[in-house]
């Protein structure tokens, strides 16, 4: 049985003193009203406050994610962040290709690639980010964008690797939108996505590997959405961004 998995994808929001305010509160509230969510639960906020992130949630089974890493070990690359950097301040786990990225930053399935080799060369998790565009699904190439995505990334790495990974499925055409996937449409991809592993890596991967669903996910579509075989949770962003609002798909 995979264990249930909720990351909050906070993007470009929260500066320093909402992102203290919502760890030390939402922790409290965890501990305090015991909610036993019987999650793996990883908050990703922007790069300034992961230090303080990770003090904060440091003995609790909270878990603090970068957004990005830069494919290169170090050097003339202004403004960008290593890998080794995020090693250095004790983070474990990064989201990569998420389509916000691939899109406005041009990060290509070759980028990707050279990130996931840095991002397991210091041994962080990654979550990778894959899903088809609206004209995509249209053309009903959904599935062969989705197995090209995995093929010159994920694939390239070894049996051993991919314990490392998570992978969220995010059709672009549901993130941000308000217009989330249906369970169905969710499921029949995320199934289509476990079949690929089993294919390349064996029943023991595939039976393993955490598969979440992202998109405009909210507190009245997570529970049918987190009920299907092969969803194992979900990459939240507009919706992890209030307490409230991400208690209740914590709780879902
Ligand atoms: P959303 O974003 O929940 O606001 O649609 C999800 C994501 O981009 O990961």
New binding site residues.
């Given amino acids: 049985m995979r264990k249930k998995i909720i990351i909050a994808?906070w993007?470009m929001n929260h500066d320093f003193h909402e992102t203290s305010f919502f760890l030390r509160n939402f922790l409290k509230i965890i501990f305090e009203k015991k909610i036993n969510h019987n999650k793996e639960i990883i908050i990703a906020p922007s790069f300034p406050f992961l230090h303080i992130s990770n003090q904060i949630s440091q003995g609790t089974t909270l878990k603090i994610a970068a957004q990005n890493i830069h494919q290169m070990e170090k050097g003339s690359y202004t403004g960008e962040v290593s890998a080794s950097m995020l090693k250095s301040i004790g983070i474990t786990k990064v989201i990569l290709g998420?389509?916000?990225r691939r899109e406005l930053y041009f990060e290509n399935n070759d980028i990707l690639f050279e990130k996931i080799k840095i991002a397991l060369k210091y041994g962080l998790n990654i979550i990778f980010?894959v899903g088809e565009t609206a004209i995509e699904r249209d053309q009903n190439q959904q599935f062969n964008i989705v197995k090209n995505q995995l093929k010159e990334t994920v694939f390239h790495c070894s049996r051993d690797e991919i314990r490392f990974f998570y992978i969220?499925y995010?059709p672009v055409w549901?993130?941000?939108?308000g217009k989330n996937a249906t369970y169905e449409q969710a499921q029949t991809m995320h199934e289509f996505i476990r079949s690929l592993f089993l294919e390349k890596y064996g029943e023991r991967v595939s039976d393993k590997i955490p598969i979440l669903y992202?998109?405009?996910?909210n507190n009245l579509n997570a529970r049918d959405l987190f009920l299907q075989k092969d969803i194992d949770g979900g990459?939240?962003?507009?919706?992890?961004l209030k307490i409230d609002n991400f208690l209740e798909i914590i709780q879902s």
């Avoid at 992202?214 to 996910?217: D, E, K, Q, T, V």
């Avoid at 990459?235 to 992890?240: R, T």
């Fill in positions: 994808n993007k998420h389509s916000e980010c969220a995010e549901a993130i941000g939108t992202g998109g405009s996910i990459l939240v962003g507009n919706y992890s």
